[in-house]
C-alpha cells in the first residue's frame, strides 16, 4: 500500500502536475466544496447501510433476529479485510460468517448462505452495472485493452463463482462430493475416528442449512424483492460518492451515464487488484476521466479525494472497529474464566 501510494503521488507530480491542483483548489468556493464533501461521507456511510440491510432483510426472511448494528459493524470489519487483504471478496466474506455465527447460534450454514446471497444480490445489481457500462464505452469510445482483459475475466469469474455456490446449493451429488473430499484431507489431519464423525456431522449439517436456506428464497423468490431494492439504492449512494465529488469541485459537465460507467470499471480494477488496491485503481480513474473529457488537473483531484473517502476512510474506520470487536470479545473471555 505504501509502495503504491508513492507511485500515485509521482503519477500526479509527473502526468498531472501539482501547479494544476492547487490553481484548481485555491479557485474553490469553500463553503460549496465543504457542504458537498459532507453529503459525499454521508452517500458513502447511506451506501454500507443498505448493503448490510440486504443482509438483514434475508435473516428476517428466515425469521433469524440479529441485531442491525451489529451486521451493520461486521460488513463494515468486512469491508476492511477485502481492501487490505489479497483475497479479493473471499477474505471479506470469511470474517462476515466467521463473526455473524456467533450470532446465529454457530448455525455456519445459515451464515454463509444469507452472506453470501447478499453478496450474489449485490453482484447482480453491479453486473448489470457493469455490463451495460462497458458495452457504452465499448461502443462509444476507443476503450484500452488493459481494460477489457480485466473486465471480461471478472464476468467470467463472477459467472463461474455464482454456478458453484448454486451447485452447492441445489445439487444434493454436489454437496456429497465435497463432504467426502473435506474428509478425504481430514482423515489425514484427525486420527481419532470419533472426532472424524462428528466433524462429519457438522459439516453435513452446515451444508444442510446453507441448502435449505436458498431452497427457501428459490421457493419463495419475492421475499428478494426488498433486498434486492436495498441493493440498487447502495449502488446508487456510491455512484453519488463520486457526483458530489466533482460538485464539490465545482465540476459539472460529466453525465451521470459516464460516471456510472467509471464507476463500474473502477470497481472491477479494484476487485483484480485487491491486496495492492494503491496505485492502479487511480491512475485508471484519472485516464477514464480524462477519456471522458474531464480536465486532468479535475480528474487528479476528484480521483484523490474520492479514493480518500472509498479507501482510506472505510480502512481507517476498519482498523479501529477490529481492535474494539476484539478487546470487547477478550474482555468477554476474561470474565467467563475468573467466574
Not at 214 to 233: D, E, G, Q, S
Request: proline fraction near 2%; hydrophobic fraction near 55%; aromatic fraction near 12%.
Amino acid at each position: 500500500m505504501a509502495l503504491g501510494l508513492v507511485a500515485f503521488i509521482l503519477y500526479l507530480w509527473f502526468f498531472v502536475g501539482f501547479d494544476g491542483l492547487f490553481t484548481l483548489l485555491s479557485r474553490l468556493n469553500v463553503y460549496q466544496y465543504s457542504l458537498f464533501l459532507i453529503l459525499a461521507v454521508g452517500a458513502l456511510v447511506a451506501s454500507v447501510i443498505f448493503d448490510s440491510l440486504i443482509w438483514h432483510s434475508l435473516l428476517a426472511v428466515l425469521s433469524v433476529k440479529v441485531k442491525f448494528r451489529k451486521l451493520l459493524l461486521y460488513n463494515w470489519i468486512g469491508n476492511f479485510v477485502e481492501l487490505i487483504l489479497p483475497s479479493a471478496t473471499i477474505g471479506g466474506e470469511v470474517i462476515r460468517i466467521a463473526l455473524s455465527q456467533k450470532e446465529i447460534k454457530h448455525d455456519t450454514g445459515i451464515a454463509a448462505a444469507t452472506v453470501l446471497g447478499s453478496r450474489i444480490i449485490s453482484t447482480f445489481v453491479y453486473s448489470g452495472g457493469l455490463i451495460a457500462g462497458f458495452l457504452l464505452l465499448l461502443f462509444t469510445h476507443k476503450l484500452p485493452i488493459y481494460l477489457i482483459t480485466p473486465i471480461i475475466l471478472v464476468i467470467t469469474g463472477t459467472a463461474i463463482v455464482l454456478t458453484c455456490i448454486f451447485l452447492v446449493a441445489f445439487k444434493e451429488t454436489a454437496t456429497d462430493k465435497i463432504v467426502n473430499s473435506i474428509m478425504w484431507i481430514t482423515k489425514h489431519a484427525i486420527k481419532d475416528d470419533i472426532k472424524q464423525q462428528r466433524f462429519r456431522i457438522k459439516i453435513c449439517q452446515g451444508l444442510f442449512s446453507f441448502s435449505c436456506v436458498f431452497k427457501t428464497f428459490k421457493k419463495n423468490p419475492r421475499y428478494l424483492i426488498k433486498p434486492l431494492v436495498y441493493a440498487v439504492i447502495s449502488w446508487i449512494f456510491n455512484l453519488t460518492v463520486y457526483l458530489m465529488i466533482f460538485y464539490a469541485l465545482d465540476f459539472r459537465s460529466i453525465s451521470l451515464i459516464d460516471l456510472a460507467t467509471v464507476y463500474c470499471i473502477i470497481s472491477t480494477v479494484e476487485t483484480i487488484t485487491a491486496g495492492v488496491p494503491i496505485g492502479a485503481v487511480e491512475v485508471t480513474m484519472i485516464n477514464l476521466f480524462v477519456l471522458y473529457g474531464v480536465p486532468i488537473a479535475v480528474a487528479g483531484a476528484a480521483t484523490t479525494i474520492i479514493r480518500l473517502l472509498t479507501f482510506w476512510c472505510q480502512v481507517l474506520v476498519g482498523y479501529p472497529l477490529i481492535e474494539w470487536l476484539g478487546t470487547k470479545s477478550l474482555l468477554k473471555i476474561n470474565i467467563k474464566i475468573r467466574s
